[in-house]
C-alpha cells in the first residue's frame, strides 16, 4: 500500500508495467519489487526444488526470492531481481518455476513429498539404475526444478565491457564510502565510488537518521554532489564491484541500459576491468535473516527492507505488521511503522529483559515457532514465557543483526574471522593487498563510527600514495550501534528455511552433519546450501550456525566456505562483450580478398586470415569439379594462388646468418645471396615446430617465411631466442607479413604470363630455389623462384598497397592463357600429389626423420632441438614414417583413417600408423594420401589395410614413395 | 595481474604470454643437463622467475612471481 505522503519517488509522474500480464502502476523512483508491494502483490515467485509461494524478502540486490523474467523474446533476461530492476513505462515482467500460474500451481505437489527429497536426495535416490539417468531422472528433474529460463535465439544488442584505472576505488557509497571518497579525494587522488544502488547514501537513504544536522538523505546528496564537482573524482552509481583479482584488479557490473527501455545500441551492461592502486571496501552489511518455522511465507521480511520500504519508497509493505528482533532496529521499525499509520499487532523480542511499549504489545523473551497463510501470512504463532499465542500479522519484520559484507576482501583466498562479541564475520586482514575494509563492512556499526572510519581509510590511502590528507571533516551521526539477539534460529515443529533459493533447510543441515558430511564445505555440497544465484548471502551465517550447534562447536559457527567472485549475479553477455558472432576473433584479409569474393570464392579461415577455398566457374557442381579443374590448370597451363598470408619474418644485422644457424636444422650462413633454401625449425625437445623459406637479401639481410598458422609463435619464438637464448648475437628482425602482397604463378607458363608483367625479362631467367629484385608494372618487388606445387614456379612480391591490382592484372593474364585463380583446395592436392607437407604432417609429434628430412639436420653446428632430436626413441627406424598411399582398388581415402598389416585385426593395438592428408588426385585419377606408418620407407611395395572407423572404410593400400608425380623434380627445375 | 614492461609500464596479464620458468640453456649434446632443462621443471609454493613475452612490443620480461599471491616481486629485462 501506498503511502499518501513521503518517499523519493516522483509521484507526479505515472508509469505502468506488467507482472504476469497484470498491470501495476509506479512511479519514477521505484522498483518493481516497491510497486508490487505497494499495489499489494505479496506472492511473486516459486522456490526452485518444492515450488513453495515466496515474497520479496529484502530491498536490495541479495534478494533471494523475488527473481522475475524480465522483457520478452530472445532479448528477455531471467533471474532479475525485482528489487533491483527499476521500472519503466511499458516494462514486462513474468514471474518463474510456476506451472500453470503463479497462484496455482501444480509442481507444487513436490512440497507434499518434501520427506522424499532431503539432503542427499540426488545422491541417493537417482543412483540405480545407472542408464536411467540420462533417459529419465534428468530431464524429469530438469524440468520440475530450476529458475527462469534463457531463450534459445541469441538476444539483440551486445553488452559492452570497459576499462578504468584510478588511485582509490571506494566500493559501496553509504556513510563510509562517501567519507573515504571524500578525504581521498580532496587530498587530489584520482577516485572512483562505485555503488551498486541508483544513487548514493546506501542506508541512509532508508533509516530517517540526521547526519550533520540534515536528514541523512540530505546530506548524503550534499556529499555526492561535492564529489560529483571534483574533477579527479568518478561516481559511478548503478555499479557493483563483483571480485578483486590479482595486482588490484576489480570486476564491477554496471547498469547501463538495464533500468531503461531497450534502444538499439545502448548496452544492458557493462563489465568493467578497474585497476585500483588502493581500494577501501565500504560494502556495507545486510541484515541477518532469523530462521524459524515457516519463516519463507510471503509477508516475511527484513525489517531492514521495511523501513527502505517505508521511508525511501512510501510503501507499507503490510496493514497489520508483527516484529521479530531486538534492539534499535526493532524499536525504529515499529515506530516508523505506527508513525506512517500501519498497527502494529507485536515486537516479539527475545530479550527477556525487554522493555514494554506505549503503543504496541511487547512479547519479552518470545520468539516465533510457526506462520500461517495460504498464499501469505495471515498469522505469527509464539511463544514466549510458557505460552503459546497467534498474531495476527500480514507482515513479520525480523531483525537478526547484520553481517558485514566481507566478500571482496575473501576474494583471494583468505577466510573472514568469526568475532563473538559483534557475532559476525569481519573481514581478514591484509588479504587482498590494497584493500582496507571501512563502516559496517568492517563489523562498525553505528553511523558516526563509519563515516570516521570512512574517513580515515580515505585519508591513509590518499596519503599513501603521495598526497596530503585534508583535515578531518566530520558530521554530527547516530552514534549507537544497535544490538543483534542472542541467537537468529529458532527452530519449531515446521521446517525453518536457511537457503530460499535451493529450499535448504535447518534440518537439511542437520541429516548433513550426522551423515559425516560436517566441514563447511561438505556441508555446502551436500545440502547445496549458498549455492544459488545469491550465493548464500541472506543463509551462510544462519546455516553455519545450526552446522556448529549440530556438531557441537561453541562460540559461533565453525568457518566459512569458499567467498568466490562475482559478489552479484554477472551475464556472460557482459564478461564476454564483444565477442559474439565475429567480434570472437579479429578478421586478416590479404590482399586479393575483394576480388576473390566477387568471384564467389567460398573462404576458408586459416589462423586469422580467410583464404579462398575454390573458385567455382558456370556449369560447376561441385567443388570437387573446381578443384579438379584448377589443378589440372596448374599441371597443365598456368595457375595464381594468393600466399599473402604466409608469415615474412624480415632478417638483418651483422649476425644474422649466425641467428638463423641456431634457429634451423640447416645452415643458412652457407646459403649464397641471391638464394632461397627450405628450413626446418625445431622445438627444443626434437620436434618439428615449423617449415618455410629463407632467402638471403644481402650479406647481413634475409627474408624467411613460415606457414600461415605458425606465424604469431615463430616470432615470439624468434624473440625468445634473441633476448635469452643468444643475447650475444647482433640481429634485429620484424614482421613484413602485412607489408607484402605475395602471389605464387605455377605452371608451364608461368614464365609467359609474368612476362606481361615486366618490362624487363631477366629477373625471370633466375634458377630454381632464386630470388631478385623485380619491377612489376613499374612498382619495385620481388621474384622467388620456389614452387610449392611441384611445377615450373615463382612467387611474386609487391607492396602491399599494390597487391588489389596486381592481382586482379595476374588473374585475368592467367585466364588469357587458359589458366586462371586457384584455391587452397587445389593447392593441397597439388602439395600431396608432391609430398610437400604442412602441419598436417609437422602436428608437433614428428621429428625431421619421421618426415623424410633427416639429412637436414646439420651435425656442424647447435641448433635449436639437435640435442633432443639424438636421442634414441627420436632415430628410432621403427618409429611412424612419412609414406604415400595408393588404394589397390581406387576406392576413397580419408585422413584420420588408420593403417593395419594385412591381415591384422582393425584394432588400437595392431595400428602400425594413420593418415594425415588424403585427396583425389585430378592428375592421377585416383585418391592419393601421405601417411605415418612405421618402419614405412622399408616397406615401400607392401599392402596394408586402411580402416577408417568413423566413416566405415576397409581398403587395401598399396605403399608408395611419398611423391606420386614428377619425383626428380625436373618440372619445378625447368 | 599486472605485469610491468621495462619498455611499456605497468599492463594487464592479458597483454602477455607465459613463456615457462627462466632457466639457463646448457647447451651441447644430450644429456642429464639437457635432460633438465628441457622437461624438469621446480613448482615452488614461493618466488619463481620465470618469463613473460610482452605480445605487443616483443619484449622478454624475466620476472620473479610469487605462485602463492602472483605477487610480481622483480620485474625487468631478459635474460
New interface residues.
Given amino acids: 500500500m501506498r503511502l499518501a505522503t513521503g518517499g523519493m519517488i516522483d509521484r507526479e509522474t505515472q508509469l505502468s508495467f506488467r507482472f504476469d500480464g497484470r498491470i501495476v502502476h509506479a512511479h519514477p523512483g521505484d522498483t518493481v519489487a516497491s510497486a508490487l508491494l505497494a499495489s499489494g502483490i505479496r506472492l511473486v515467485g516459486r522456490s526452485f526444488k518444492y515450488h513453495r509461494p515466496r515474497g520479496i524478502l529484502t530491498a536490495g540486490s541479495e534478494e533471494p526470492n523475488a527473481l522475475l523474467t524480465v522483457g520478452k523474446g530472445p532479448g528477455r533476461e531471467p533471474n532479475v531481481r525485482a528489487t533491483v530492476q527499476e521500472v519503466w513505462d511499458g516494462l514486462e515482467t513474468q514471474s518463474q518455476n510456476r506451472w500453470p500460474a503463479l497462484s496455482l500451481d501444480l509442481m507444487a505437489v513436490n512440497d507434499l513429498a518434501s520427506p522424499f527429497f532431503g539432503a542427499g536426495f540426488y545422491y541417493k535416490t537417482f543412483m540405480w539404475p545407472r542408464k536411467a539417468w540420462e533417459a529419465l531422472y534428468e530431464p524429469v528433474i530438469r524440468r520440475a526444478a530450476g529458475l527462469g529460463a534463457l531463450h534459445r535465439d541469441p538476444g539483440p544488442g551486445e553488452d559492452e565491457k570497459a576499462f578504468a584505472f584510478c588511485d582509490l576505488l571506494v566500493v559501496g557509497g553509504g556513510p563510509a564510502g562517501l567519507m573515504a571518497a571524500l578525504a581521498a579525494g580532496r587530498a587530489g587522488a584520482r577516485v572512483i565510488l562505485a555503488e551498486e544502488d541508483t544513487r548514493l547514501g546506501g542506508r541512509l537513504l532508508a533509516e530517517r537518521e540526521h547526519v550533520g544536522g540534515q536528514p541523512g538523505a540530505e546530506w548524503a546528496a550534499s556529499v555526492a554532489a561535492e564529489l560529483a564537482a571534483m574533477p579527479n573524482v568518478r561516481i559511478m552509481t548503478r555499479t557493483a564491484v563483483t571480485g578483486a ?5 576489480y570486476g564491477a557490473l554496471e547498469r547501463v541500459g538495464a533500468h531503461l527501455a531497450p534502444e538499439a545500441d545502448r548496452p544492458r551492461y557493462a563489465f568493467w ?1 578497474i ?1 585500483a592502486k588502493r581500494a577501501v571496501l565500504a560494502a556495507g552489511a545486510l541484515e541477518r535473516a532469523m530462521t524459524f518455522s515457516g519463516n519463507d511465507r510471503p509477508g516475511v521480511m527484513m525489517a531492514s527492507a521495511v523501513r527502505a520500504y517505508l521511508n525511501r519508497w512510501a510503501v507499507a509493505p503490510g496493514k497489520e505488521v508483527a516484529i521479530f528482533g531486538t534492539g534499535r532496529a526493532a524499536r525504529a521499525t515499529a515506530e516508523q511503522l505506527l508513525d506512517a499509520g500501519v498497527t502494529v499487532t507485536g515486537l516479539i523480542d527475545p530479550d527477556p529483559g525487554a522493555r514494554e511499549a506505549q503503543d504496541y504489545p511487547v512479547f519479552p523473551g518470545g520468539h516465533v515457532i510457526g506462520t500461517h497463510g495460504r498464499q501469505g501470512l495471515s498469522l505469527v504463532k509464539i511463544s514466549h514465557g510458557l505460552v503459546e499465542q497467534n498474531i495476527r500479522a500480514d507482515c513479520l519484520a525480523t531483525a537478526g543483526g547484520w553481517n558485514p559484507q566481507v566478500n571482496i576482501a575473501c576474494h ?1 583466498g583468505a577466510r573472514p574471522v568469526w568475532d563473538a562479541e559483534r557475532a559476525a564475520f569481519l573481514p581478514p586482514e591484509g588479504s587482498v ?1 590494497g584493500l582496507t575494509p571501512a563502516g559496517s563492512a568492517n563489523g562498525t556499526f553505528s553511523t558516526a563510527a563509519c563515516l570516521t572510519e570512512g574517513w580515515r581509510a580515505g585519508a591513509i590511502a590518499a596519503e599513501d600514495m603521495g598526497h596530503k590528507a585534508p583535515a578531518a571533516d566530520l558530521p554530527e551521526a547516530e552514534e549507537e550501534a544497535g544490538a543483534t539477539p542472542a541467537s537468529w534460529v529458532y527452530e519449531g515443529p515446521g521446517r525453518a528455511w536457511l537457503d530460499f533459493q535451493n529450499d535448504v533447510t535447518t534440518k537439511d543441515v542437520k541429516q548433513s552433519a550426522a551423515e559425516g558430511f560436517s566441514a563447511p564445505e561438505h556441508m555446502k555440497r551436500y545440502t547445496t546450501q549458498g549455492m544459488a544465484t545469491d550465493q548464500g548471502k541472506m543463509s551462510n551465517v544462519n546455516a553455519l550456525s545450526v552446522l556448529a550447534a549440530a556438531t557441537g562447536v561453541a562460540g559461533g559457527p565453525a568457518g566459512t566456505t569458499t567467498y568466490r567472485p562475482p559478489y552479484v549475479p554477472v551475464p556472460i553477455s557482459a564478461m564476454g562483450a564483444g565477442a559474439r558472432g565475429s567480434g570472437f576473433a579479429p578478421i586478416r584479409r590479404s590482399a586479393s580478398d575483394a576480388a576473390v569474393r566477387e568471384r564467389g570464392a567460398p573462404m576458408v579461415e586459416a589462423g586469422l586470415w580467410y583464404r579462398a577455398s575454390y573458385f567455382p566457374r558456370a556449369g560447376e557442381k561441385t567443388w570437387r569439379e573446381a578443384c579438379d579443374r584448377e589443378v589440372r590448370m596448374v599441371r597443365h597451363k598456368v595457375g595464381v594462388c594468393d600466399v599473402s598470408t604466409l608469415g615474412k619474418i624480415d632478417v638483418q644485422g651483422p649476425d644474422a646468418a649466425a641467428f638463423l644457424d641456431f634457429v634451423y636444422t640447416g645452415a643458412m650462413s652457407t646459403l649464397k645471396t641471391g638464394r632461397v633454401r627450405y628450413g626446418l625449425m625445431l622445438r ?2 626434437g620436434y618439428v615446430m615449423d617449415d618455410g623459406t629463407c632467402a638471403r637479401l644481402g650479406d647481413s639481410h634475409y627474408l624467411i617465411t613460415t606457414t600461415t598458422a605458425a606465424a604469431g609463435q615463430v ?2 619464438h624468434f ?2 631466442v634473441a ?3 643468444r ?1 650475444d648475437l647482433d640481429v634485429t628482425f620484424t614482421s613484413v607479413t602485412e607489408a607484402w602482397a605475395q602471389f605464387a604463378v605455377a605452371g608451364p607458363q608461368a614464365r609467359v604470363l609474368l612476362r606481361t608483367l615486366m618490362e624487363d625479362d631477366t629477373p625471370l631467367q633466375i634458377p630454381f630455389m632464386g630470388v631478385t629484385d623485380a619491377r612489376v608494372m613499374g612498382v619495385p618487388g620481388r621474384l622467388f623462384r620456389i614452387s610449392f606445387s611441384g611445377e615450373l614456379g615463382f612467387e611474386v612480391a609487391v607492396p602491399v598497397a599494390y597487391g588489389a591490382a596486381l592481382w586482379r592484372l595476374i588473374v585475368a593474364q592467367a585466364e588469357s592463357l587458359g589458366g586462371g585463380a586457384y584455391g587452397m583446395e587445389a593447392l593441397n592436392v597439388l602439395r600431396v600429389e608432391k609430398g610437400f607437407i604442412t602441419h598436417a604432417e609437422i602436428d608437433g609429434r614428428a621429428t625431421a626423420g619421421d618426415i623424410g628430412l633427416g639429412s637436414m639436420m646439420s651435425t656442424r653446428k ?1 641448433y635449436i632441438g639437435r ?2 632430436a ?2 634414441e626413441g627420436l632415430t628410432d627406424p621403427g618409429r611412424e614414417r612419412l609414406v604415400g598411399l595408393k588404394p589397390v582398388d581406387g576406392a576413397r581415402l580419408t585422413a584420420g583413417g588408420f593403417l593395419f598389416s594385412r591381415g591384422a585385426a582393425a584394432e588400437r593395438v595392431n595400428a602400425e600408423g594413420y593418415v594425415t592428408s588424403a585427396c583425389h588426385s585430378a592428375t592421377l585419377g585416383r585418391d592419393i594420401a601421405l601417411a605415418f606408418l612405421k618402419r614405412g620407407p622399408e616397406r615401400i611395395g607392401e599392402v596394408v589395410r586402411f580402416v577408417d572407423h568413423l566413416r566405415g572404410t576397409d581398403v587395401l593400400c598399396l605403399v608408395c614413395e611419398p611423391t606420386f608425380i614428377d619425383p626428380a623434380g625436373g618440372r619445378m627445375r625447368a | ?2 605485469i610491468r614492461c621495462p619498455h611499456c609500464g605497468e599492463r ?2 592479458r597483454e602477455f ?1 607465459w ?1 615457462g620458468a ?1 632457466l639457463e ?1 646448457p ?5 642429464e643437463e ?1 635432460h633438465a ?3 624438469l621443471r621446480e613448482n615452488p609454493a614461493g618466488p619463481l622467475a620465470e ?1 613473460w ?1 610482452h ?1 605487443p612490443c ?3 620480461v ?1 620476472a620473479v612471481r610469487d605462485t602463492r ?4 616481486i622483480e620485474p625487468g ?3
Wanted: no cysteine.
Fill in positions: 583479482y590479482d595486482g588490484g584488479t576491468r585497476t583471494q593487498p627444443e625437445d616470432m615470439q624473440d625468445m633476448q635469452v637464448l643475447p647447435d640435442a633432443a639424438e636421442r | 595481474m599486472r594487464d596479464r604470454t613463456m627462466a640453456r647447451g651441447g649434446s644430450w644429456g639437457m632443462y628441457v622437461f618469463l613475452h605480445d616483443g619484449a622478454m624475466r599471491t602472483h605477487e610480481m629485462d631478459a635474460p
